[in-house]
């Protein structure tokens, strides 16, 4: 063979390979099928698609992107292998008793060689079912829900792949509303599922089934649980009062409370206007003696159990009767100027309020103030407020309207004081309008009390004043002696003198009191002991004699009581028989005055006399004489006659009435007789 032969073949050859490898490579390999996704139950078995045409390279499956070998049988995965025939192209995945680590993303990949490119298939998710375990609500078969507050019931079922579905049923109905649902996965790929289902329950729930629906994919009916209510409550709480309505001051009212609620042991307190009442802890509660401040006051039990506590209220509603609301107020003004006089009570129901003046029955007002516009003197004098309620009885209060003028010093100008102790030196002032002023001196000189320690002053004012105190402490001989008392008022001022003089540890008086007191009874003792024995010799005597029968006969005759009374024996005696007792709230200073009416006070309460009551001192048939030959000044009038001061001699006093007169019997002799007779005397005679 020539050269030009073997090269011929040679190009011949090359050709042919070039055509051999070009038609190789337009024969190119590839995927028929391709893996998809598949699910199972765990246990179960899967089969992964993988179909190639034209294969070349070397062929392999990757779980979670890592090859598991070019071996069909796959060592090493007992439950793994490659099935089908190669001879088409066949090389399926099979996986036998799926487990939970099955659970991934597969592929079926070709190598690339010299000549071909290598080739991956879509990935191809394996997922492994697990059924969820049984649902549960709870640890019991019952749920402890509260009446009236917004609760949950909580359903779960756990370990699920994937997650449980969780549905509520109750009474046959599906409820879809006020459900919330939590899934929770672990890295084990496990899941939980929680459903809360939001109840507002009541007491008519008490009893009422839930149930609970579990499933998922691996399992084809649904898991169930269910549960009833035991539903809790706060105690339900009934009050009873008797008498049920009203009830009038100084009666009793008794409370009782029923009370049920779940659970049923419960404790009670009592409260008034939400203040605890000690020792009240039963279901009974009693106030005996009923009062007015009772009145409107909010009584509560109160019920606990373990659950809460309710409260029960009820309002008293006490009737009771008029009462003064304010401290008595007298009224003073100027004549010709206006006066409102005040009167507030109160009682329930509201009292009604009516004026009169003292002395007369003509209501003036019927408000709880009674103004008059221009005063005129006969306007002066004592006002009566009554109040009323009705069942109840009527109270009364005496307001005095007032002339103002200048103030007068009405206390002792003498008092005592016992060496050491604390003295007292009052000075009592009658001003209208009260004073401005009330200033102490001692030996014409003023005393500044803030700059003495053993000296203070304290005040206390009077219907009519004040009363200003001076104490002294820890007194000696120095602080006896004269003290001043200066008042001032708008209209005018007055002043005194009082003396501190030193008191004696017991008085002289309290001696020769007691001495003579004991020399009076034991003159008493003898005469009555002369008189029972000569009582006694007499009867004796009587006892002796006797008729020509031996019968007893007394030699006197009938024994004769005489009882006598002289004229006016009514009569109370001196006036200070009373001034140490009548009413000394306000005016137990009035020793410096004379009374204005014998053998008793004023029944007013201020030793005053009211105007239009005022009488001479015993009404004798010269009174009218009397009054005009001793007119008293009206230049300081208060309102009450007569107005006057026995040391002032500002102020006209009326003198004392004359001794009545003696007048000589007609027949000439030398006995005098009163004008107006004694009246008789009271006789009686027992035979």
């Not at 698609?49 to 990757?62: A, D, I």
């Not at 009218?624 to 008293?632: A, S, W």
Request: charged share 25%.
């Amino acid at each position: 063979m020539d050269t030009c032969s073997i090269i011929r073949r040679i190009e011949v050859t090359y050709i042919l390979s070039w055509f051999l490898i070009v038609g190789t490579a337009f024969a190119q390999q590839r995927f028929l099928v391709q893996p998809q996704n598949k699910s199972l139950i765990q246990g179960g078995m899967v089969i992964l698609k993988c179909q190639v045409e034209n294969l070349v390279g070397s062929l392999q499956w990757t779980k979670n992107y890592f090859g598991m070998g070019q071996d069909r049988t796959l060592s090493g995965f007992d439950r793994y292998k490659i099935i089908g025939s190669e001879s088409d192209g066949v090389h399926d995945l099979m996986i036998s008793d799926a487990k939970l680590e099955d659970d991934a993303p597969f592929q079926c990949q070709i190598a690339p060689t010299e000549t071909t490119l290598g080739l991956v298939s879509q990935v191809a998710m394996v997922t492994i079912l697990l059924p969820p375990d049984s649902p549960t609500i709870g640890n019991q078969s019952t749920v402890e829900v509260i009446a009236g507050r917004p609760q949950n019931i909580t359903c779960r079922s756990d370990n699920g792949k994937p997650a449980a579905s969780i549905s509520w049923f109750t009474g046959g109905s599906e409820v879809t509303s006020n459900i919330h649902y939590t899934a929770i996965t672990y890295p084990n790929k496990k899941q939980d599922a929680i459903s809360s289902l939001t109840i507002t329950p009541t007491k008519a729930d008490e009893g009422k089934v839930y149930e609970c629906h579990a499933i998922n994919a691996a399992i084809f009916a649904p898991l169930k649980v269910q549960t009833s209510l035991t539903v809790l409550y706060v105690p339900e709480v009934q009050m009873t009062v008797d008498p049920p309505l009203k009830v009038k001051e100084s009666e009793s009212v008794s409370f009782t409370c029923t009370g049920q609620g779940n659970p049923n042991t419960l404790t009670w307190r009592w409260y008034r206007n939400s203040a605890v009442i000690a020792g009240a802890e039963g279901r009974y509660l009693q106030i005996t003696t009923v009062e007015p401040d009772h009145d409107k006051n909010v009584i509560t039990c109160e019920a606990k159990n373990s659950v809460g506590s309710t409260k029960k209220d009820y309002t008293l509603h006490v009737q009771y009767g008029p009462r003064f609301s304010e401290e008595l107020k007298h009224a003073a003004a100027d004549i010709g100027q206006s006066a409102t006089m005040t009167c507030n009570a109160k009682g329930n129901p509201t009292p009604a309020i009516i004026w009169t003046k003292k002395g007369s029955d003509s209501i003036l007002s019927s408000s709880s103030s009674f103004t008059i516009q221009r005063v005129a003197e006969s306007d002066l004098g004592i006002y009566v407020c009554t109040a009323s309620v009705m069942g109840f009885d009527k109270i009364t209060r005496e307001i005095h309207l007032l002339k103002k003028g200048p103030p007068l010093v009405i206390s002792d100008l003498e008092q005592f004081a016992k060496e050491g102790d604390i003295a007292h030196i009052e000075c009592a002032t009658k001003s209208i309008p009260k004073p401005n002023m009330i200033a102490w001196g001692k030996e014409a000189k003023t005393l500044e009390v803030d700059k003495l320690q053993r000296y203070s002053v304290t005040e206390e004012e009077l219907p009519t004043g004040r009363k200003s105190v001076l104490r002294i402490v820890n007194v000696h001989s120095g602080d006896y002696g004269e003290y001043n008392c200066s008042v001032q008022n708008s209209y005018g001022m007055d002043a005194k003198v009082i003396k501190l003089k030193q008191k004696d540890a017991i008085p002289m008086a309290y001696v020769m009191g007691g001495v003579s007191g004991g020399i009076g009874v034991i003159i008493l003792v003898g005469i009555v002991l002369f008189c029972y024995n000569r009582r006694r010799n007499r009867e004796e005597d009587m006892a002796t004699e006797t008729d020509s029968t031996d019968s007893a006969v007394k030699k006197n005759k009938p024994d004769i009581k005489v009882e006598f009374k002289p004229a006016g024996s009514d009569f109370t005696g001196p006036l200070e028989s009373w001034r140490n007792d009548y009413n000394k709230d306000h005016y137990r200073y009035s020793a410096d005055y004379d009374e204005l009416q014998e053998g008793r006070p004023y029944t007013n309460g201020y030793g005053f006399p009211e105007r239009g009551d005022y009488k001479d001192y015993r009404d004798y048939e010269y009174k009218e004489d009397f009054e005009r030959r001793y007119p008293y000044d009206r230049s300081y009038d208060s309102g009450f006659e007569p107005d006057f001061h026995p040391r002032v001699s500002g102020y006209n006093r009326p003198q004392p009435a004359a001794p009545p007169e003696l007048h000589p019997y007609p027949n000439g002799t030398n006995a005098l007789y009163l004008q107006d007779p004694l009246p008789l005397s009271r006789l009686s005679t027992n035979v």
